[in-house]
């Protein structure tokens, strides 16, 4: 079935008044003609997003939507009454924000951050601003040194919480902000410290001196060292990789792969090969 609140590859299996037809192979979705691309045909694929309107049928667009299902965004509050709120979604369907799910009470003419998810029981697209329940706080799938997407999310006392790569949250000092941010803002950033507790601390600037060009001059000082080759590779463990160069196995292939886009080396599950400059006079 075609995936509520995301973008689904669809195939145009017809037409009628309103609009195309658009499949999946197992449902049909209505795209209204408003929104169809010039020269479209039956049997074309077409990348739409997809929602319920207010009865309950599948419809389609290929309007830009500003987030789907799964991603936190900052949206402006359309309407809002006692029961909820509705932000602009960019597209013809608001988001609905039952109070419940609101962090502060939402009034029209605000924005705020906001998490998309899909209520399973009505297969509702819905949002909530109280993220905290949307956030995974282990298996972090980067370390210190590393360049992540902020969105910055809330101010504190400390700084601003800002959303990791659109799954984890940390933390800006107020130390750190060397230029203005704002809730909202998009924004280049560094992993500053992982604690010991899960709290992860930000920069906005790069940490150290480069962990990965350093980490490729130390490799390539390593290789002419022993002669051109070293053994360790994509598949070296940890272990082996923290006791020969004492970093990460994540910042050793960062690095290595670096040299070999650059043409430096070659690769394989358990070595490394200085590959050898050329030849000036040729």
């Known amino acids: 079935m075609a995936e509520i609140g995301r973008y689904n590859i669809l195939r145009v299996a017809g037409k ?24 479209t045909e039956v049997n074309d694929t077409i990348t739409a997003f997809v929602f319920l309107n207010k009865a309950g049928q599948l419809l389609a667009t290929t309007k830009q939507a500003f987030a ?3 991603d936190f965004a900052y949206l402006a509050v359309v309407d809002a ?29 605000e924005r705020h951050v906001v998490y998309l ?26 370390e210190v040194g590393d360049e992540v997407q902020l969105l910055i999310s809330e101010k504190t006392d400390l700084g601003f919480n800002a959303i990791i790569n659109n799954r984890y949250i940390g933390l800006l000092y107020h130390n750190e902000l060397f230029a203005d941010v704002a809730i909202g803002d998009i924004r280049k950033g560094w992993i500053k410290n992982i604690r010991i507790e899960g709290k992860i601390d930000l920069s906005l600037r790069p940490q150290g001196f480069g962990h990965v060009l350093d980490t490729k001059e130390v490799i390539l000082r390593a290789l002419k060292d022993e002669g051109g080759t070293i053994g360790l590779g994509d598949k070296s463990t940890p272990e082996e990789i923290q006791i020969r160069f004492q ?34 006079t040729n």
């Not at 029961?83 to 009470?105: H, M, N, T």
């Not at 998810?117 to 980067?142: G, P, T, V």
């Open 68 to 70: 789907e299902v799964g």
């Open 16 to 39: 009628n008044s309103d609009g195309l037809s658009l499949s999946d192979g197992d449902s049909e979705v209505l795209l209204p003609f408003a929104d169809v691309p010039p020269q």
């Open 247 to 280: 970093i990460s196995k994540s910042a050793f292939k960062k690095a290595i792969g670096g040299l070999y886009k650059e043409r430096l080396i070659t690769l394989s599950d358990y070595e490394i090969n200085l590959l050898a400059a050329p030849d000036a």
């Open 117 to 142: 998810y899909l209520d399973r029981q009505n297969q509702r697209m819905l949002a909530s601003s109280r993220l905290h329940k949307y956030i995974e706080e282990d298996d972090f799938d980067f």
């Open 81 to 109: 009454g006692e029961d909820g709120a509705f932000l602009d979604l960019g597209i013809s369907k608001d988001v609905y924000v039952p109070i419940k799910e609101q962090r502060i009470p939402m009034r029209r003419g």
